[in-house]
């Protein structure tokens, strides 16, 4: 697979992944434009690294009194995109796990990330703990793929480097929500 960027504002989802799961997600608004660039990637489970935007960027540098800003990445993560068949929604969803803990909820901030590989096909289970044990699995899949020394530099790449600006990604005003990444 060729590894792609999503940048998008965080939205409120279902409320599925931290409460039923275990698995709190970052539900990625998209465009229709992302969407269509996402339909290869329909339904399936993915794994790569990302982070979170700033509220206004480099503001956590510049504050001297806070010794210990949240950090905001990169992290691992994994993720599904679809309409996700246990569920049956109707909308295409694109919902990030980070494999870190936040201290909190970033509704509205925007996340950037570097999707890598594929982990499987997203299906319908009989049972919760049925997904929920496969989830843990696609964890630990994660885990041990992003150890190999082959996706060190995309764990570094600037896409997923929180304190880069934005504008500075592409060296354009306007950073593209969607695209496949060179490194």
């Known amino acids: 697979m060729r590894p792609w960027f999503l940048r998008g504002r965080v939205i409120h989802g279902f409320g599925r992944g931290g409460t039923q799961l275990g698995y709190p997600t970052a539900n990625l608004e998209l465009s229709e434009a992302a969407i269509d660039f996402l339909k290869p990637y329909d339904n399936l489970v993915l ?4 982070c979170v935007e700033a509220a206004e960027p480099n503001t956590w540098e510049a ?19 679809g309409n996700n068949p246990q569920f049956k929604n109707v909308d295409v969803s694109a919902e990030v796990h980070f494999l870190h ?3 909190g909820d970033f509704y509205e901030r925007v996340v950037r990330i570097i999707t890598l590989e594929r982990i499987r096909s997203q299906s319908a289970f009989t049972t919760l703990e049925e997904l929920i044990k496969t989830i ?6 994660a885990e041990e793929h992003l150890k190999m020394p082959e996706w060190a530099p995309y764990g570094q790449h600037e896409m997923v ?21 060179e490194l």
């Open 161 to 181: 480097n929180p304190s880069c600006v934005p504008a500075q990604l592409h060296g354009a005003a306007e950073v593209p929500s969607f695209g496949f990444l």
């Open 136 to 141: 843990d699995g696609d964890v630990v899949f």
């Open 63 to 81: 504050r001297a009194e806070d010794a210990s800003p949240a950090p905001l990445g990169p992290f691992p993560f994994v993720m599904s995109i």
């Open 47 to 50: 794994w790569g690294w990302g």
């Open 101 to 103: 803990k936040f201290d």
